[in-house]
């Protein structure tokens, strides 16, 4: 087998930097990357020139500059020079958004991380009808191959899962317009929408969604619309018991109500977003999501 490529990306200076800042010392990162499958060599390549250039634009800056974390903006937490991220339109303290007719109900809001819990989102009938279109194709769940970019099964994801083409029908194309239009993000910024099914045991334990940049397959990945900024966790069912969608940084658990939904945003792909999730396991009954993954950029 050929020999996968390593490119010392901006997004993996990047993860360097934050890893320094947070105080990591320089053999726990280089462990990491090798881990990761990095070649040591690499590595250590990457480290010296990302530190290296690093140290000399902190010469420049004035001492309290070369140090600062990035000022937060008063009305969502992140970081003032963060790059814009979805996000509803809350404003004047809204608790119905309406999306051309459809009222969907803000719940539950979280600043840090950022986490909102929508209300009918979904209707009983579009429930019903993902379920029905997706239920023929459904096959053992995959996750992202962080080695190669591609996908493979995973035993820490017990699910059955597939994917939809973004408008691929007018169902689904009416629920892409209603989410783009909710986070105020194009509609060509979003994967396809994901359909899984959960059955009595199965779990997703907890993860991040971001593309981890120490990760050799992540250059490929990011070519197809670059990192993945938020997530959006429809319900389609209520399950009997369990299957709550759990943030373990922050101790909140999401229920799986049907119609409903969970929207959750990080604008670095890194643990300080604090968006650690996972799929609790189902009790009893089964649990079916629809997932939306936004992009930076245009997804093909």
């Not at 990357?33 to 290296?52: I, P, Q």
């Not at 004035?62 to 020079?81: E, K, L, M």
């Not at 979904?122 to 995959?142: T, V």
Request: one cysteine or more; a negative charge; glycine letters at 10%.
């Amino acid at each position: 087998m050929p020999a996968i490529a390593q490119t010392i990306t901006p997004e993996l200076r990047r993860w360097i930097i934050d890893q320094a800042q947070t105080g990591c010392r320089p053999e726990d990162v280089l462990n990491a990357m090798k881990a990761s499958g990095w070649n040591e060599d690499v590595a250590l390549a990457a480290m010296e020139e990302t530190l290296e250039q690093r140290l000399q634009e902190a010469r420049a800056l004035p001492a309290t500059d070369a140090v600062a974390w990035p000022a937060q903006r008063q009305d969502s937490g992140v970081a003032a020079n963060a790059p814009p991220l979805p996000e509803p339109d809350l404003s004047g303290g809204a608790c119905v958004i309406d999306i051309a007719g459809h009222a969907v109900r803000v719940l539950t809001t979280l600043r840090e991380p950022r986490v909102i819990v929508f209300g009918g989102l979904l209707s009983d009938a579009e429930c019903d009808g993902l379920m029905q279109l997706a239920g023929p194709r459904l096959l053992r769940s995959e996750t992202v191959d962080n080695n190669t970019g591609g996908s493979e099964v995973n035993a820490s994801r017990t699910s059955d899962g597939m994917f939809f083409e973004r408008g691929e029908a007018e169902l689904i194309a009416r629920i892409e317009v209603r989410i783009a239009a909710l986070l105020n993000w194009p509609l060509d910024h979003g994967e396809g929408l994901q359909i899984l099914r959960y059955r009595p045991g199965a779990e997703y334990k907890p993860h991040h969604d971001y593309f981890d940049p120490v990760h050799p397959g992540t250059p490929k990945i990011l070519e197809r619309g670059g990192q993945r900024v938020a997530t959006l966790v429809m319900y389609l069912n209520t399950p009997t018991a369990g299957g709550s969608t759990t943030f373990p940084d922050v101790g909140l658990a999401v229920a799986p109500l049907r119609g409903n939904a969970v929207f959750f945003s990080y604008d670095r792909a890194h643990v300080s977003t604090r968006t650690l999730h996972g799929g609790a396991p189902v009790m009893a009954g089964e649990k079916w999501v629809a997932t939306k993954w936004l992009r930076q950029g245009v997804f093909r």
